[in-house]
């Protein structure tokens, strides 16, 4: 069993930063792929960016890249997003995942496994 808890959500202005963190528990965070996803109101639930169990190997949307990026420390259990030049429209709940016993980054959230809670990212003026 895997648990995930999200942190670093709230309210920005446009053109600011947030930096969200994952803190897995468990001990299988260094075999597993990690990976951000976000849900806007009244819209499906879409990847953001994920990463691989070493961290050589990331996937990002292309409506976040060159903004948003991807980066996990296995000696904490956690990953981070790193989200810079925030737009409106990048305001969502956005939750972390855990794709255990892989290796192969995907986009596909129903490869993967177990889910946090989310954090809210409100970008507003």
């Known amino acids: 069993q895997v648990q995930l808890v999200e942190s670093g959500g709230g309210l920005v202005q446009p053109g600011g930063s947030l930096r969200l963190s994952c803190a897995a528990s468990g001990r299988t965070f260094s075999n597993a792929v990690m990976g951000w996803f976000r849900q806007a109101p009244g819209k499906e639930r879409e990847f953001v960016a994920a990463?691989?169990?070493?961290?050589?190997?990331?996937s990002s949307a292309d409506s976040v890249k060159g903004r948003f990026t991807i980066s996990r420390d296995n000696a904490k259990n956690t990953v981070y997003l790193q989200m810079n030049s925030l737009k409106p429209e990048d305001t969502a709940v956005y939750y972390c995942a855990a794709e255990v016993n892989s290796w192969v980054v995907v986009r596909d959230q129903a490869l993967y496994d177990y889910w946090g809670q989310g954090t809210q990212v409100t970008v507003s003026s």
């Open positions: 990463i691989s169990p070493s961290g050589g190997s990331t």
